[in-house]
């Protein structure tokens, strides 16, 4: 046999069709005119004439084949494309998948760190789990503070050397002993108070805390740059007030209230009645603290604040109840999709 008939029949056999490109691209290679089988065809009045015949023959049942084989896939691919087609009904309403949205804790603090990263701050994390120095001592907490009680701090059962931070403060304490001023950080972090749970407190939340040390930095210095935050997070029209207040590691220590966003001032029962909301502590940072974490307290000062996200984000959402960020109620949650 021709080997060249050979040669086509196994490619003939080895082609797949599958769709109409395919079967286009099978009539071009074995059926056109300047296929190698028709070629071949041409060739058969060339062969000698004792050898004629049969290549004729053989040739010819190769196009027959190559025929049939046309036929075949034309009416497989005809006859399943449409139906493939009807299948698929592109008017049916699609399967609704409701998509997940941040948590509210979690908006809030992404803003309030946002807002605090834009003027300079970078934000620093470390552990929950943590030990009384970088919590207590080091923030100049006196041994008798109620604070180290068991009845308002957890600690760790196994080794009551370690506890869960009350605040995120411990966190300015490991960023002053690692690193050389000037200094401007913010801790966001989720802390733990042994406290009863109600509608406005509870054992678990989240703060952000802030720390600035350089050359001579003031009082005026702090006012400024919480009056910028508060207009950024509660609008430009936003008035602040400091009030003197006590934190172990600040002196002076202050307590900033913003005007009642519900009543603009006027009282409320969100202000209870006297048009102000408290939203942070603050304070300049006590030359002790500094000295603790080895800062020249000479040479450098500097103020920290720290605030409970989800008290800003009560504020902010008008919410009135804190334990509704953790009960995880989907009804509760989907309406911050869009935020
Ligand atoms: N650490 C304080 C708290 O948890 C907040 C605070 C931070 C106050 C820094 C003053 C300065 O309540």
Known sequence: MNLKVVEIKQQLDQF??????HLEAFRLQFLSKKSELQELLGEVKNIAPELRKEFGQAVNNLKQYAQE?????????ESTTPVQISEIDVTRPSTLYSSGSLHPVTIVMNQVCEIFEKIGFSSVSGPDIEDDWHVFSALNFPQDHPARDMQDTFFV?????????????????????????PIRVICPGRVYR??????RSHCIFHQVEGLYIANDVSFADMKQVLLYFAQEMFGADTKIRLRPSYFPFTEPSAEMDIECKLCSGKGCNVCKFNG???ILGCGMVDPN??????????????????????????????????RL???NDLRFLEQFVNE
């Not at 084989?69 to 691919?77: D, F, P, R, S």
């Not at 103020?303 to 009135?320: D, S, V």
């Open 276 to 278: 102000w909301v408290e």
């Open 289 to 322: 603290v500094l000295e603790n974490c080895k800062i020249n307290s000479k040479t450098y000062s500097g103020y920290a604040f720290g605030m409970g996200i989800e008290r800003i984000a009560m504020l902010k959402y008008k919410i009135n109840d804190i």
């Open 194 to 199: 042994n406290e009863t749970i109600t509608a």
């Open 69 to 77: 084989l046309y036929e075949q896939y034309k009416n497989i691919v």
């Open 16 to 21: 797949r069709v599958e769709d109409g490109a």
């Open 157 to 181: 059962n196994l080794n009551p050397e370690f506890l869960l931070r009350t605040h995120t403060s411990s966190l300015q304490v490991r960023t002053m002993e690692q690193c050389k001023p």
């Open 325 to 327: 960020f953790f009960e």
